[in-house]
């Protein structure tokens, strides 16, 4: 049932034309990941030394016709594998890695603090942007802090009712930081979103919310460094969203 054959044409001492069309989707997704930008490859396989009644004949030509194809498809498959299985991977992690109770706990604080402010730098910085925009168009008084310099000065103005979340897949982005330590010290609550883990932020971080990583995730050589923390983010906005979800939801479509 994996594969249709079905002939176009039949004449004599002449080509046939064959589409072959791959049905299963567990065929393509672990065989063949991407196959569904090439549905129907057509080749041709002469009669003439085919005898179709002979099922090991026939795919023996196909299996011919199939080496013809362009070695770039083959690539464009390789390198769409990868990506699939880099996406799927940060997946499965992300699942082991989520913390129900500290969701919980984050999406309270989200409600209870008057105030967020969220910082980030490069693409961290553009993950913060986005948790602004969305937070913000369901009412939530946030805050993205992208430049260094604002994330400095913004300190002075923190308090106790103030949620900062740090953003820094590397953990080691000394803006981010120092930023948060700042913040610490001025009686806000700290937050940590990082693919890191290490002891020595319970020094000036409240919570440390570890996201799914794979080497070299921060320098972005096979996917955006973005996804699992978008991942993270989306786990919180549904979970915020279900405080109080009529208003949130009638906020949403103004």
């Known amino acids: 049932n994996l594969?249709?054959?079905?002939?176009?044409?039949?004449?004599?001492?002449?080509?046939?034309?064959?589409?072959?069309?791959?049905?299963?989707?567990?065929?393509?997704?672990?065989?063949?990941?991407?196959?569904?930008?090439y549905p129907k490859l057509h080749f041709h396989v002469s009669p003439r030394n085919v005898d179709f009644t002979d099922?090991?004949?026939?795919?023996?030509?196909?299996?011919?016709?199939?080496?013809?194809?362009?070695?770039?498809?083959?690539?464009?498959?390789?390198?769409?594998?990868?990506?699939?299985?880099?996406?799927?991977e940060l997946l499965n992690k992300s699942n082991a890695l989520l913390d129900k109770a500290q969701i919980t706990r984050i999406t309270n604080l989200l409600v209870s603090k008057s105030r967020v402010y969220v910082y980030?730098?490069?693409?961290?910085g553009?993950?913060?942007?986005?948790?602004?925009?969305?937070?913000?168009?369901?009412?939530?008084n946030i805050e993205a802090v992208t430049d260094s310099h604002i994330m400095k000065v913004n300190s002075v103005i923190l308090d106790e009712n103030c949620l900062v979340i740090g953003i820094s897949v590397s953990g080691q982005t000394d803006d981010i930081i120092s930023s948060l330590k700042a913040a610490h010290q001025h009686g806000a609550y700290t937050l940590l979103m990082t693919a890191r883990q290490d002891k020595s932020y319970q020094d000036f971080c409240d919570e440390t919310l570890i996201f799914a990583s794979m080497e070299h995730l921060e320098?972005?050589?096979?996917?955006?460094?973005?996804?699992?923390?978008?991942?993270?983010?989306?786990?919180?906005?549904?979970?915020?969203?279900?405080?109080?979800?009529?208003?949130?939801?009638?906020?949403?479509?103004?």
Do not use: C
Not at 15 to 29: E, Q, T, Y
Not at 120 to 124: E, K, L, V, Y
Not at 228 to 234: A, K, T, Y
């Open 55 to 88: 099922t090991g004949n026939l795919f023996m030509s196909i299996s011919r016709a199939w080496h013809q194809v362009p070695k770039k498809i083959f690539r464009i498959l390789k390198y769409t594998r990868m990506v699939l299985n880099a996406y799927q």
């Open 126 to 140: 553009l993950v913060a942007q986005e948790m602004k925009l969305r937070f913000m168009r369901i009412g939530l």
């Open 219 to 254: 320098y972005g050589n096979i996917i955006s460094p973005q996804f699992p923390i978008l991942l993270v983010l989306d786990v919180l906005y549904a979970h915020y969203l279900q405080i109080d979800r009529s208003k949130k939801e009638a906020l949403h479509e103004y």
């Open 120 to 124: 980030g730098r490069g693409s961290s």
């Open 3 to 37: 594969i249709i054959i079905h002939s176009l044409r039949w004449k004599e001492q002449s080509p046939i034309s064959l589409f072959i069309i791959l049905k299963s989707r567990i065929f393509l997704r672990e065989i063949f990941p991407g196959f569904f930008m």
